[in-house]
């Protein structure tokens, strides 16, 4: 891998010689469209995406390389909806988002969206489902409002006793994950023609110490420094590791658990063609899950925030009480899954925010820094539009969201965005 250092004379994101215009800060020249983003999971993938698309120079960097099954984008798959309650802000970024996933799917050699379709259900017409289903007809999006008798008949494999109101989004459904996030970075890296690729780095981090308003260069732990006139660290669940002073308890990482159990044998109720993501809205206390997609099982998983975390440290073994409460949960909603072998799990964890909005915002002090983070357990499907935003604030493209300010984010943590 080329390296960079502080002696070089002409430098970029990457340690590339270039000829954009230069400024000279102390004895190093740097490149003016260089940027450096750190953390490669799907926020910085998408923000490096974006920033190359407008002619940056782009240097992503990782400890751990993209979408690595420790970091929150590394899990098998994730829930791509529109619906989103009163909160459109995410309706319409999952909507502008899902032709990009659709785009990369179809340049990928194995599927990334995965049209399954989602239902949400729930046990009382609670204002939630009336704010999606307004949501849904302002933005033009499909949506079937479905009682519980029609849902017995589509959905066999879901038992909806206690349901009263489905919502049903056919155009949205699961994406792969882990898969999105590689296939993008490796596209990136390798460069459509005429545009300069994005260089790849697999370097740990040190936490940026300048006193002044800026920072000319980061640290890797090899104690190699790194330059770029701008930089974004989208750290996701380290984020307040790298930035405590900061970040504080603005952004907690929670334990989550995530189960697979085997369908019946040549039982096609669970696959994606009949099966459909899916959440119970269980009077506020959600479960989520997906078909068997890809043979990997079918997948189930609780929504409440777990007990909080430190990424580098917390377990990965799943416990005995998650998995009991999925197989109660299970088996009552889903009975022809009860007995079903556990085929795989998942312990990740979210990176919440005070309240669910994402952080894309610029460090207080650090003028040329960047904070992306703060996907809350929802983040993934708005990957393309967090990193269109994110390159849009950076270099100074788009208004600032009040929303994903780092001046509304609060200590004080309760859950309002789902
Ligand atoms: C179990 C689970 C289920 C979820 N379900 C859904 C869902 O259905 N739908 C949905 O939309 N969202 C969902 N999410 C949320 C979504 O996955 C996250 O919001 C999103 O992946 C966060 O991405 P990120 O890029 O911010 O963080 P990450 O993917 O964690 O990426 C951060 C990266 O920064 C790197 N890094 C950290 N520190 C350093 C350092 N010092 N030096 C170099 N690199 C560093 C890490 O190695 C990591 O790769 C779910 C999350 C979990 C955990």
Redesign the pocket.
């Known amino acids: 891998m080329p390296s960079v250092t502080r002696r070089s004379l002409l430098i970029g994101a990457g340690g590339v010689a270039l000829s954009a215009p230069a400024v000279l800060r102390g004895d190093v020249r740097i490149a003016a469209n260089s940027v450096v983003v ?8 998408w923000t490096a995406h974006h920033l190359k698309l407008q002619g940056y120079r782009v240097t992503l ?8 099954s ?6 098998e ?5 529109a619906a989103y309650g009163k909160d459109d802000i995410y309706t319409r970024m ?1 909507m502008d988002s899902l032709p990009q996933w659709k785009e990369l799917s179809a340049a990928a050699g194995l599927p990334i969206f995965v049209p399954s379709g989602i239902l949400f259900f729930f046990p009382n017409e609670e204002p939630y489902v009336a704010d999606s289903i307004a949501a849904h007809k302002r933005f033009g999006l499909a949506t079937e409002v479905l009682d519980q008798a029609h849902m017995a008949r589509r959905f066999p494999m879901i038992d909806f006793t206690g349901i009263k109101v489905g919502l049903y989004e056919p155009d949205f459904g699961a ?1 792969m ?1 882990r898969r999105a ?1 590689q296939t993008l970075v490796w596209r990136l890296q390798r460069g459509a023609r005429g545009q300069i690729p994005v260089n790849l780095r697999w ?5 940026p110490r300048d006193a002044g308003d800026h920072i000319e260069s980061i640290r890797t ?1 090899d104690g190699e420094w790194i330059s770029a006139a701008k930089f974004v ?7 307040p ?2 930035f405590p002073e900061v970040i504080g308890k603005r952004i907690l990482p929670t334990r ?3 189960f697979y159990f085997a369908p019946p044998a040549g039982d096609a109720r669970f696959l994606p063609a009949a099966m459909p ?1 899916w959440a119970d809205f269980n009077g506020g206390d959600i479960f ?1 899950g997906f078909p068997d997609l890809e043979g990997r099982g079918v997948k189930f ?1 609780h929504d409440q925030h777990g007990v909080e975390v430190d ?1 580098d440290t917390q377990s990965r073994e799943p416990t005995r009480a998650a998995l009991e409460e999925i197989i109660a949960f299970r088996d009552r909603r889903f009975p022809a899954l009860r007995g079903a072998q556990l085929s795989g799990a ?1 312990v ?4 919440n925010s005070s309240n669910g909005d994402f952080l894309i915002d610029f460090h207080p002090r650090l003028k040329n820094v960047l904070l ?12 393309p539009e ?1 990193g269109r935003y994110a390159a849009g604030r950076l270099i100074g493209l788009v208004e600032a969201e009040p929303r994903f300010s780092l001046a509304s984010k609060s200590e004080t943590h309760k859950r309002e965005v789902h």
């Open positions: 750190v953390g490669a999971g799907v926020f910085g993938a960097i990782d400890a751990w390389g993209p979408a690595h420790r970091s929150s984008s590394g899990g798959s994730r829930l791509t909806r999952a994406l994950a996030v370097e740990s981090i040190e936490r732990r660290f989208a750290l996701g669940p380290w984020l590791k790298l989550q658990e995530v993501g989520y998983a990424p998942e990740c964890q979210y990176e992306v983070g703060g996907g809350s357990g929802h983040g993934f499907k708005h990957g967090v």
